[in-house]
């Protein structure tokens, strides 16, 4: 089969594990929705690749590992971080994709948000914004310069990896329809801003 789009042209799925899905420890709402169409949009890329939140059960970002309120913030040295509820615990079923996601079709697989004491929304560097994942090196390498994303959750890890991915210069589209959000007091909006703001295109 011919791809519908040029070898330099990459999909980035985000995240659609089941702990971010409907029943999960930390569910965007219709999260499984996007699965269908994601598997769909595979055949049109030269390459995909699937990230995966991978945390360990002790890491910085859980509220419970704080006594802590869920979705309340505290100061981390690299600044203000959002307490999540415990959630993609490395091993766990909730930590693996979705099971009618693809994920047999992706060239590689990112896992982020390994290191306990600093968490990573971003596909390409943690929250400190310095620490890089090694994905921006892999696009380098196969000469990937056109990023399309999807995934959950739109106003997190999907918005922080296009924000990245323009300020490394690649073309960033995000396809809108093939995510979904967790809203967060407002935070979509913010985050669509600023998106738009560094020239992210939403499809």
């Known amino acids: 089969m011919t791809n519908a789009l040029p070898t330099t042209n990459a999909l980035i799925v985000i995240d659609v594990q089941n702990d971010f899905c409907p029943g999960g420890a930390l569910a965007v709402k219709g999260g499984d929705e996007i699965v269908a169409g994601i598997n769909a949009r595979m055949a049109d890329f030269g390459a995909v690749v699937l990230t995966q939140d991978w945390h360990p059960a002790r890491h ?64 390409f560097f943690e929250n400190d914004q310095t620490t890089p994942t090694g994905l921006e090196g892999y696009m380098r390498n196969r000469g990937l ?37 967790i809203d967060l007091d407002g935070s979509l909006a913010g985050m669509i801003a600023q998106m738009k703001a560094v020239g992210v295109v939403l499809a």
């Open 145 to 181: 310069t056109k990023l399309t994303l999807v995934g959950l959750a739109t106003d997190f890890c999907v918005a922080y990896s296009a924000l990245d991915a323009a300020k490394l210069g690649f073309d960033v589209t995000v396809q809108i329809d093939l995510c979904r959000a």
């Open 60 to 123: 910085s970002s859980f509220a419970s590992n704080h006594s802590a309120d869920p979705f309340s913030t505290i100061e981390m040295p690299y600044g203000p971080q959002v307490l999540w509820p415990t959630h993609c615990v490395q091993g766990t079923d909730g930590a693996a994709f979705h099971n009618a996601l693809n994920a047999d079709r992706a060239d590689l697989i990112i896992r982020k948000g390994f290191r306990p004491q600093i968490d990573s929304y971003s596909a």
